[in-house]
Structure formats: C-alpha cells, structure tokens
C-alpha cells in the first residue's frame, strides 16, 4: 500500500481499496444492462454538501429499481464520510471532490464461474472536479443546443431515477458535440417541452420569474433544488411547468443547475444570444452569489482561477 499513498481509495463490497484494485466481474449485470443506480454529491472546501438529501435520493432509486443492498442510509452515510476523509490529503488548493455511491444488482452468474458473490455490487468512491475544463462556462456562459433525441418518456423509465443506463443521455451529447464540441445538450420531452441535460436542469428567468420544467420528466436535482429555495428567499416567484423553445428563446436570462456547475449561466440558445449574451444576468448573479454565500465557498470564481489572468481576457 506504501506505493500507492497517492491513489485514491474506494469502497468495494465492504473493503477500502485503492481505486485500481476495484474490478467489477465482466458479467456484471450495470456493465451487462445498465442495471444499477448511483448518486453523486460534491464537496466545497473539502466538505461534502447535502450528503443526506443525495442518500435520501439515491435510496429511492434502489426502491424503484427494487435492489437491496442489505445496508440502510445511516451506514451508507459512514462509509461515504470515510471514503472522503481518506481522500481528502490529495486535493489541492482550490480542488474540490465528486463524492458518490454507485450500485449494481450484481453479477448474472452462468452457475459455473465460482464467484464467491452474486449480490449487488457497492461502490463509494470520489473524483476530482474538472474545474479547468469547465472554466470557460462561466466566463462566456453555455452555448446550449437541442439534439434530435428526445428524453426517455417517464412511460417507459422513470427519469427521477438516477440509473446508470445513460445511453439516452450519451447519444444527445454525440450529436450536439458533433455540432459544436464545447455545447451542452438538453433535450425535450416527449411533449416537445424543454427537459434536461446530462445531470443538468434547466431555468429559464423572464420578467423576474423563474421556470422549471415539471418534476415528473427530470431527474429532480439538489443543485435544482437548493436554488429553488434560494429564490424562496430572496423573494424571486418560482413556477415548475411546462417550458417549450420559445420560452428559452424569447427568455431574459437562462441557466443550468448541476452538482458540479452548481448555477452556470447560458449565452445562447441553438445558437441565438440570450439577452445579447451578456453574462451573468442579475437574477442568475443574486442566484450564485446565494447560493456562494451557502457554500461559503466562491463559486465562480473557483472556476474562474484555473483560467488565471490571460483567460479572462479584456
């Protein structure tokens, strides 16, 4: 292990591992179908944010998807604490985690393999935040594009599921990279109505107002969240419906939410400038200046540093 002081740990099945020693059987059912779920949190300065509200959602996914992992939330909440404190010496300054459990129904065994464990298969594990990469984000803000592919209907797979079958998801992001590389892709719904992206939620702000599409066709995230009841606060009225083009179109100010990206403004919207595509706009800039003030950590401007003075530009 001392050659391996510099290696993040994870938890694997009930032990803490550096994370090239956890290895998942080839017949394992999440690699097989997609069959498992996960959730993701991240930390601010270190400290992990909203770790029940993400647990809490996690264990709703294992209710639907029908997987027991024979742990309850109180212990999966140890494990995740003790993932991040042996982690937490190689983050650098100005580095924050992605902190997350992932779960598999476990291994389709032919009957012949000898697998000592057919059960689900546990992971906790964390991962540095791409701060770098997604720097430019908040200094000229998303270029946001709808793919052709549409959102799974809630019908078919429930989207306020966070499975790890992401195929849906993966294919909206080829296209609209083959168009622009640095874009963001949210999808509409069966309805045509805007819906979300890879682990983003979309706002639109017109006349003060925030928009949000329904619960029932987006994974309901806690960055979603938290910035719902921040407008709660600040006295900004906040109203979850259906939200088509036009509406991001013709808005004032839009913007995503993620676990990562927190609150990140949008410039343009299938290539036409929102509000000029000037960025922030003030609601989005009370919005983030909150939602900093919670974290006790500088949101943007933690991004904003990995570009240092030449990448801001003018």
């Known amino acids: 292990m001392a050659d391996r002081a510099n290696q993040r740990i994870a938890y694997y099945n009930g032990s803490y591992l550096p994370e090239v020693d956890v290895r998942i059987p080839f017949r394992d059912r999440s690699f097989l179908y997609g069959d498992g779920c996960f959730d993701l949190t991240r930390t601010f300065n270190g400290k992990p944010f909203k770790v029940k509200e993400h647990i809490d959602r996690f264990y709703h996914s294992l209710g ?161 969240q938290t910035v719902i009841d921040l407008a709660h606060q600040l006295g900004i009225p906040v109203e979850e419906r259906d939200i088509d083009p036009y509406d991001a179109y013709t808005a004032d100010e839009v913007f995503v939410t993620s676990t990562s990206l927190c609150l990140c403004p949008v410039s343009s919207f299938n290539g036409a400038p929102i509000a000029g595509g000037q960025v922030p706009g003030p609601v989005s800039k009370r919005l983030v200046d909150a939602y900093s003030d919670l974290v006790d950590c500088d949101i943007v401007g933690q991004y904003l540093r990995q570009l240092g003075e030449e990448g801001l530009g003018p």
């Open 64 to 224: 639907y998807l029908r997987i027991d992992i024979g742990m309850g939330p109180e212990q999966m909440t140890e494990v995740t604490h003790e993932v991040l404190r042996h982690n937490l010496h190689l983050l650098g300054e100005g580095e924050d985690y992605w902190l997350g459990q992932r779960v598999s129904r476990g291994v389709r065994a032919v009957g012949d393999e000898g697998w000592e464990d057919t059960g689900p298969t546990i992971i906790v594990e964390c991962m540095p935040l791409p701060f770098k990469q997604r720097a430019p984000y908040y200094r000229d803000g998303l270029r946001v594009i709808v793919p052709s592919v549409r959102r799974t209907s809630p019908d078919s797979l429930s989207p306020r599921t966070k499975t790890h079958n992401y195929l849906n998801l993966v294919m909206a992001d080829l296209e609209v990279h083959g168009r622009d590389p640095d874009a963001w892709a949210v999808l509409l719904d069966e309805n045509g109505n805007l819906c979300e992206g890879m682990g983003s939620n979309i706002f639109v702000v017109r006349d003060g107002r925030l928009m949000t599409p329904l619960e029932r066709y987006v994974l309901a995230g806690v960055s979603r």
